[in-house]
């Protein structure tokens, strides 16, 4: 197999979470503990869902106009509403992540997508990608120290 082929195949299974599936750690975490946060954080569940949500909606959209998508890491973008109003605004936020990140996932998979062709912004469609399993990953392994803590798992 090529080696760009192999780099694709082995960032959409670490895209999805690798070991810790992102999409179905979030669909297990109790949607009525997503609004707590504990003391010495500044953020519930809730929140860290919407800031990923943000980043990688931003980093979705420069890999999918690289040439027009310059500001690839803005400021952060934490929620000010801490809870979801239902379980159905929770489970419909994780599907919204799932659908994006798999279009991000589809875009890196095109066999026309060069992951290391050099932006105008000097950034590359794998650093994005890196960008965004690494941010998912970071926020992942707090929402389940937070889920442990609140006794979701």
Do not use: C
């Amino acid at each position: 197999m090529e080696t760009t082929q192999q780099l694709k195949l082995e960032l959409e299974e670490f895209l999805r979470g690798g070991f810790a599936p992102v999409i179905i750690l979030l669909q297990e975490f109790d949607h009525k503990k997503a609004a707590i946060i504990l003391d010495g954080l500044h953020f519930s569940a809730w929140i860290l869902l919407g800031h990923m949500r943000e980043r990688q909606r931003t980093l979705s959209a420069f890999i999918g106009d690289p040439e027009n998508s310059r500001d690839v890491w803005e400021d952060a973008h934490w929620p000010e509403n801490h809870q979801p109003a239902s379980r159905e605004e929770w489970l419909e936020a994780i599907n919204q992540f799932s659908e994006e990140l798999e279009e991000v996932i589809r875009l890196i998979k095109l066999p026309e997508t060069d992951l290391f062709k050099v932006q105008p912004n000097g950034k590359t469609i794998h650093w994005a990608a890196m960008a965004i399993l690494h941010h998912n990953a970071y926020h992942i392994g707090q929402l389940k120290t937070v889920g442990r803590q609140v006794g979701v798992w």
